[in-house]
């Protein structure tokens, strides 16, 4: 049974660094074809996927967060951990992980509760 | 980028209804077009991949099709736990997700 859990912060200052840290049980990210990403969702508003890394250390970005935005594993502690710098208001939201498996056609599977992050002074 | 519209933002139907849902693509995309389904205060869940392959455990009332620019999800009988936000989610540039629709009671 694959199941994944988001830790971190639930508040943090405009200029931070947010760390979030997914982990996971059910499956390994050394195994072939396995994959972890980070979705956020602002409160009322649509999903917006940030990374992606697979089990070969093959990184995914969306492009409009590049910059600011890094994800590694951890196989040996089964966790994935997402950071995000110089938070604005906007970067509220709720922020999930969720499994991948390799390949065009897949989705995200299955996905954490999320962790709601409000960024305020 | 490619980007997903979906419509219409939001429909009001009935239990036992049929709900057609759009995803339409800036490009054309094959099928690498994904649909979830989500609660309010939970978290996405994937019902359908491929543009047209059922999640396990997913009942056989969703439906999807499409390939290219346009996708359809259908829900031939609308069943209480189905009211909900769908979002489309494309992966053949990069991935991104539509702005939803919000499937509520008439």
């Known amino acids: 049974q694959i199941t994944l859990r988001e830790s971190g912060p639930t508040l943090v200052k405009p200029t931070q660094t947010l760390t979030l840290t997914c982990s996971f049980s059910g499956f390994s990210l050394s195994a072939s074809g396995v994959g972890v990403g980070w979705i956020r969702q602002p409160p009322g508003k649509a999903l917006e996927w940030l990374a992606l890394?697979?089990?070969?250390?093959?990184?995914r970005y969306n492009p409009s967060l590049k910059n600011r935005v890094t994800i590694t594993k951890d196989t040996s502690k089964d966790q994935v951990v997402l950071t995000l710098t110089n938070m604005d208001p906007e970067d509220t939201a709720t922020y999930f992980c969720?499994?991948?498996?390799?390949?065009?056609?897949?989705?995200?599977?299955?996905w954490g509760q999320g962790n709601l992050v409000t960024v305020s002074s | 980028d490619v980007q997903l519209t979906q419509f219409p933002s939001s429909l009001s139907a009935s239990v036992g209804d049929r709900v057609t849902l759009t995803c339409r693509a800036s490009?054309?995309?094959?099928?690498?077009l994904n649909w979830y389904k989500q609660k309010a205060g939970r978290a996405p869940k994937l019902l359908i991949h491929?543009?047209?392959t059922l999640q396990t455990g997913v009942p056989s009332r969703f439906s999807g099709s499409g390939s290219g620019t346009d996708f359809t999800l259908t829900i031939s009988s609308l069943q209480p736990e189905d009211f909900a936000t769908y979002y489309c989610?494309?992966?053949?540039?990069?991935?991104?997700f539509g702005p939803g629709t919000k499937v509520d009671v008439k």
């Open positions: 490009q054309r995309i094959s099928n690498y």
């Open positions: 491929a543009a047209s």
């Open positions: 969720a499994h991948r498996t390799f390949g065009l056609l897949s989705g995200f599977d299955h």
């Open positions: 890394i697979y089990w070969n250390d093959d990184k």
């Open positions: 989610q494309q992966s053949f540039g990069g991935i991104t």
